[in-house]
């Protein structure tokens, strides 16, 4: 019997059964995408399994990768009156397997509350190139920034297109992980302390990587019509 | 003729139901959803002649045809899945990562010979 599971694993595309250590909780995109599919519109039609329609790319597997870096400076320690938050971001993305094409990968930077009236702060995400000892890391030889923009605490998540990052990212070799950096805006932090000023962001609760990628053995490009 | 079948209504080719729970093959350690499904199978007799209920190729009807000249030699054809559905499986994988993906050919909805 465990030779005809293994048999029927292997087919299924594991090299053998799962054995989560400590499972996280489902994203709540996930389960929308799943209850979509599983429900009535899937009798209807035939679902086409080499496109996502929800995410509007196509693709046959989507993955939800936590975020295993560490922050830099936890917020206890913290007192450097222009820093927020420093964090490194990494996303282990091995089990994708070398057949498959990155179609999208979706960063998502999630808030535990929104605020209309809450403070306005600047974010910068960088792409780490090379590993540096302690302190040394902020060279531009070590780090290529990504995305600079202000952001205020109207929505809940925040979302950054990784798409062309995640396909390098499948050599493991230039999968050095990101750096997030959030400050409070300059103009808006004369009369306050940092503490004050970083309170809304320490609401910041997790990162998670969203992936969709493509299978060609899968799904075969269909042929032209003449 | 028909009246001279040996084969009832209950021993043709057709669908069974089988509902597959995770939990009874010990998966549920890693798939989240679903917690089972339909999975059903075909069994049954592709008996001579071959009807329309049968759902049969032109093979299998050819093959009965020289089962019944040649029986010892040549079977009779098998009932076998002709139309199958995927699911979607929602899982964690060995990094516990969360994954959602489809599966091809995993419910049996039409059986025929």
């Given amino acids: 019997l465990k030779r005809r599971e293994e048999l029927f694993l292997k087919s299924l595309g594991f090299s053998s059964k799962p054995n989560p250590v400590s499972p996280p909780p489902v994203p709540s995109i996930l389960w929308r995408i799943f209850n979509q599919r599983m429900g009535s519109s899937i009798q209807k039609k035939k679902p086409d399994l080499c496109f996502v329609e929800e995410l509007n790319v196509p693709g ?25 938050l420093e964090k490194r971001l990494f996303f282990n993305i091995s089990t994708i397997e070398k057949d498959e094409r990155v179609t999208m990968g979706q960063l998502e930077l999630r808030f535990s509350q929104n605020t209309y009236y809450g403070r306005v702060f600047d974010l910068r995400l960088y792409r780490t190139l090379q590993i540096t000892l302690k302190g040394m890391g902020r060279s531009k030889m070590s780090r290529k920034l990504l995305v600079a923009q202000t952001f205020r605490l109207l929505h809940k998540s925040l979302f950054f297109n990784l798409t ?21 805006k300059k103009e808006s932090s004369r009369m306050s302390t940092a503490k004050d ?30 | 003729s028909y009246s001279k079948m040996p084969f009832t209504a209950s021993n043709i080719c057709k669908k069974r139901r089988l509902y597959v729970e995770f939990k009874d ?39 009965t045809l020289v089962h019944s000249i040649e029986p010892e030699d040549i079977p009779l054809p098998c009932c076998v899945p002709t139309k199958m559905s995927p699911i979607s499986m929602l899982f964690y994988d060995n990094n516990d990562n969360v994954v959602l993906r489809h599966y091809e050919n995993m419910a049996v909805d039409e059986c025929g010979c």
């Avoid at chain 1, 939800?64 to 927020?84: A, H, K």
């Avoid at chain 1, 990052?165 to 070799?173: A, G, K, M, V």
């Avoid at chain 2, 010990?26 to 089972?36: K, R, Y």
Wanted: overall charge neutral; proline content about 9%.
């Fill in chain 1, 197 to 226: 000023e970083c309170k809304d962001i320490q609401t910041f609760l997790y990162t998670s990587l969203l992936t969709v990628t493509l299978n060609p053995l899968q799904c075969k490009k269909p042929r032209r019509k003449r």
């Fill in chain 1, 60 to 84: 046959s597997v989507i993955r939800v990768f936590p975020d295993q870096g560490r922050f830099i400076l936890p917020y206890s320690d913290y007192i450097n009156p222009t820093q927020c």
């Fill in chain 1, 164 to 184: 062309e990052i995640c396909q390098s990212w499948q050599d493991p070799l230039k999968n050095l992980g990101l750096v997030l950096e959030i400050f409070p």
């Fill in chain 2, 25 to 63: 093959v010990g998966w549920q350690n890693w798939v989240i959803a679903p917690q089972g499904y339909m999975a059903n199978y075909c069994y049954g007799d592709c008996p001579y002649p071959l009807t329309e209920i049968l759902n049969g190729s032109n093979h299998a009807i050819l093959q």
